[in-house]
């Protein structure tokens, strides 16, 4: 996508192409076509992650609390989003052993009571292996420093949707 085109688009057409680029939070981008026009499609971003850091606690955990569980009921009853379902698949979540889903519902469960929003990582930059590591090691942390690394994860997550969506309306320029 141009810069032109992607200055041009009115704000239904911007959540069409933005809407899902932090999970489920469609608010962000709403917000975010405000401050359009942009001079690159890393403006884009930076808006995105500014508009994150302008929120309260509480807002922070908000966005986590929009994410789904990795290998949790969204992904068993195939009603994941597109690129969440695409997230967790390529990170081997589709393909786990029965001990394997054990582990990470369980450490998920121990995860939401102890902080009270799930534990988010960018399943794309990950395995089910590190994934079960991570979690293991992060329940240890406090709820400040894991609201921190989870929308650090969301970022990088975010990142990686706006590569996908710039990449596939130009896979010419590279
Ligand atoms: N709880 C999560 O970490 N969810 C997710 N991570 C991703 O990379 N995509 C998701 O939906």
Request: charged share 25%; glycine share 6%.
């Amino acid at each position: 996508m141009d810069l032109h085109t992607l200055n041009t688009l009115n704000y239904e057409e911007f959540f069409e192409h933005f809407g899902n680029i932090v999970e489920k939070c469609p608010l962000i981008s709403g917000a975010v076509w405000s401050r359009r026009p942009f001079s690159s499609a890393l403006e884009l971003e930076s808006s995105v992650y500014e508009f994150i850091d302008s929120l309260p606690s509480s807002g922070q955990e908000g966005i986590l609390r929009c994410h789904p569980d990795l290998a949790g009921k969204e992904l068993i009853s195939r009603t994941l989003t597109q690129e969440s379902m695409k997230e967790q698949n390529q990170a081997g979540l589709t393909s786990l052993s029965q001990s394997e889903r054990e582990t990470l519902t369980l450490l998920n469960s121990q995860y939401k009571l102890k902080f009270g929003f799930p534990f988010v990582i960018c399943a794309k930059m990950s395995d089910k292996n590190k994934i079960i590591e991570a979690l293991r090691s992060r329940i240890q942390n406090d709820r400040v420093e894991e609201l921190g690394t989870g929308i650090a994860e969301v970022k990088k997550i975010c990142h990686l949707r706006l590569q996908d969506i710039f990449f596939k309306t130009c896979p010419t320029r590279l």
